[in-house]
């Protein structure tokens, strides 16, 4: 069955050191890959999407994400965080001719000055 | 710029009672998407349209029920409200399959009792 899963519900990390948010896939076709960033009680933004055209994805506020699709992994990366990057983070999955995309279940991320 | 604009924001109902949950988007997007937000469970898609006049069935349609009589609306319909519909429910355009990026409303906080 096609499912993305994102491995940690919760990271924790200082600011100014890096953040890592995980998310695997399981498929055997190549997918359309987005990250989301939700902040307090606002409504979805768009980070980053993967196109095929490169494997390392650049997005918006510092974020990037790298395709690898041996591992079927899209983690995301940012070599800094901020205070204004605590938010919930979601992996996206869209399979190719299909209608609607699969969240993966979040990852809330802390930063502590 | 409006966007995607759902209405309304808060509500609280009785168990039993019915409600309409409005979505307008004038970005002239044809494909519309309802998901439910619950914490752990990320979104789940209840509903989704791609297209005036057409809907399909997502990963939790049940107890709800949708239409898209107009390009600009979806609307999202509880017949009989259950506690287990407690929720925030967000409405969600794009121009169609493959890579755009959603568009979200701010999400409607709904409370069963």
């Known amino acids: 069955a096609q499912s993305v899963t994102q491995l940690d519900s919760h990271v924790s990390v200082s600011e100014g050191t890096p953040v890592l948010l995980r998310c695997n896939y399981s498929s055997s076709y190549s997918p359309s890959l987005f990250w989301y960033v939700q902040h307090p009680n606002k409504g979805l933004q768009l980070l980053l999407k993967y196109t095929s055209a490169a494997t390392l994805v650049k997005g918006i506020n510092g974020f990037e994400a790298e395709f690898k699709k041996s591992e079927t992994s899209f983690h995301l990366t940012k070599p800094s965080a901020h205070m204004s990057d605590a938010a919930e983070y979601f992996c996206v999955v869209r399979w190719i001719g299909q209608g609607n995309l699969i969240f993966g279940k979040g990852t809330k991320l802390s930063v502590k000055p | 710029n409006a966007g995607v604009t759902q209405t309304p924001k808060f509500r609280v109902l009785k168990t039993g009672q019915s409600m309409t949950l409005l979505c307008a988007q004038d970005?002239?997007?044809?494909?519309m998407y309802w998901y439910r937000q619950d914490p752990g469970l990320g979104l789940r898609l209840i509903h989704y349209?791609?297209?005036?006049?057409?809907?399909a069935k997502g990963e939790v349609p049940d107890g709800y029920n949708v239409s898209r009589l107009k390009k600009q609306n979806f609307l999202l319909g509880l017949e009989s409200a259950a506690p287990s519909q407690t929720s925030v429910y967000f409405c969600?355009?794009?121009?169609?399959?493959?890579?755009?990026?959603?568009?979200f409303g701010s999400g409607t906080q709904l409370s069963v009792l």
């Open positions: 969600a355009s794009s121009s169609g399959q493959g890579l755009e990026k959603l568009f």
């Open positions: 970005m002239n997007h044809e494909y």
């Open positions: 349209s791609v297209g005036e006049g057409t809907t």
